[in-house]
């Protein structure tokens, strides 16, 4: 099979597993504004491109043929723990930091250039154009001889290699291989190299490729996303968050505090890459430094022109001229940009939810998750209705106890249990409640 057909397929395939044309076409309106070494920071670990080699080749290749280009830094721990076992060099860390003895470096060498090589060659089998940069890029110096032989921390990042790839649309392919100013190769931890290569590019994406697919809750299920601000404090308190994704979670919060809020970190499978990057839903674990949820027991200290404007942006439709006049709130989330809100009233002595808003460019954040998790943590009981053919009616299905199809509504709810009369009653009240919003 020659390249291009397989490039198709590749492309084809990718697109099955992504969601609508529409999201599609907004991710890449927005990538394709971006400097093109602002797309994103790929780091990739030893083991997916020992394991994965292929799905990583495959998704690479579809963000070239999209024209984006994204930044590649690979790991070899896996390939590197053989070789050197097989040299009779027994493994010793320090702080979580590879002793490296000149005996080692040698090996290191040549290790993260046939792995360098192997992605190259990979990319280059389907046509895709890719550039191997084993060194040039992080001017080093020595950590710790003592302790840690030739290990080296990065005093300094040279972009210049970096962006001779980028101008010829070329993927970079980067070890992560250290120099000292008088010529000697390091050892650089991948993952200190990849904070280190964010931290000058400042991208809007990176991007970790692991096996497990992202971040796992207690009972091994793949986290979908986290709101920083309003969630890590809780995640620390957590039993399950064991010490590596502990350490994982605090230095991607120590990552975006240096990044502009528009950054995000995303934790993924490499076949996944592309739904993680141009879906709402996404596949992985996304990252943000996310906003703060504010809240309000009424309408006092909102402001009512910009939480307008979110819903009438949200919609697409005009709120009634006197809605706050009309509705009396039980509790108002916001958050601190208002780009997304959560308005709930009390009916019949339960909470009902009149509004869920999220902005545009704020649904693949997680941060209308992030909102709904604060809400629902308060609110134990809620009902809402949303109408037939609303996109979020899959995520209000996930979220819901029960739903009843209306005429012109979903009736949803959450916290009833048996209370039959309940839910009867809170159906009666989405069938007869009057819009707020204006029809086209």
Excluded at 311 to 321: N, P
Aim: proline share 4%; charged share 25%.
């Amino acid at each position: 099979m020659n390249a291009q057909p397989n490039t198709r397929q590749t492309i084809v395939r990718l697109l099955s597993a992504m969601g609508s044309a529409k999201e599609i076409q907004q991710y890449l309106k927005r990538f394709s504004q971006l400097d093109a070494r602002r797309f994103a920071v790929v780091k990739v670990g030893g083991a997916v491109l020992r394991d994965e080699l292929p799905e990583l080749a495959s998704s690479l290749t579809f963000l070239q043929q999209v024209g984006l280009t994204p930044i590649v830094l690979h790991g070899a721990g896996p390939q590197l723990d053989e070789e050197l076992a097989a040299a009779g060099i027994k493994k010793r860390t320090v702080n979580g930091l590879r002793v490296t003895s000149p005996q080692a470096m040698g090996i290191v060498r040549r290790v993260f250039q046939q792995q360098n090589l192997r992605l190259v060659e990979a990319l280059q089998a389907m046509d895709t154009r890719a550039t191997s940069i084993t060194t040039g890029v992080f001017a080093s110096r020595l950590l710790d001889r003592d302790a840690l032989g030739l290990v080296g921390s990065v005093e300094r990042v040279d972009l210049a290699p970096v962006d001779a790839a980028l101008r010829a649309q070329s993927i970079p392919v980067i070890a992560s291989i250290g120099e000292t100013a008088e010529g000697q190769l390091l050892n650089i931890n991948a993952d200190i190299a990849a904070n280190e290569l964010v931290r000058v590019l400042q991208p809007y994406k990176i991007v970790f490729l692991t096996g497990t697919g992202g971040l796992l809750d207690g009972e091994g299920r793949v986290i979908d996303s986290i709101n920083l601000s309003s969630e890590l404090d809780y995640l620390r308190t957590q039993p399950w968050l064991n010490g590596g994704m502990r350490l994982k979670l605090d230095q991607i919060a120590d990552l975006l505090e240096g990044l502009p809020p528009t950054s995000s970190v995303s934790i993924t499978r490499p076949s996944e890459l592309a739904k993680e990057l141009f879906t709402h839903k996404g596949s992985g674990t996304l990252v943000r430094r996310g906003e703060k949820v504010l809240r309000f027991a009424s309408w006092e200290g909102v402001d009512r022109a910009r939480l307008r404007e979110l819903i009438e942006s949200s919609f697409g439709r005009k709120l009634v001229v006197d809605y706050f006049e009309r509705t009396r709130p039980h509790c108002v989330y916001v958050s601190e940009n208002y780009r997304a809100a959560m308005i709930l009233t009390l009916e019949d002595g339960l909470p009902y939810l009149d509004k869920f808003a999220v902005l545009d460019d704020a649904q693949g954040e997680g941060l209308g998750r992030a909102v709904w998790q604060v809400m629902r943590a308060e609110n134990p009981r809620l009902f809402w209705r949303s109408r037939h053919g609303n996109g979020v009616n899959a995520f209000y299905h996930e979220q819901a106890d029960g739903c009843i199809r209306q005429e012109r509504w979903r009736a949803f709810w959450y916290g009833l249990g048996a209370d039959f009369a309940a839910i009867e009653r809170c159906a009666a009240h989405c069938a007869r409640r009057e819009p707020t919003l204006v029809d086209a």
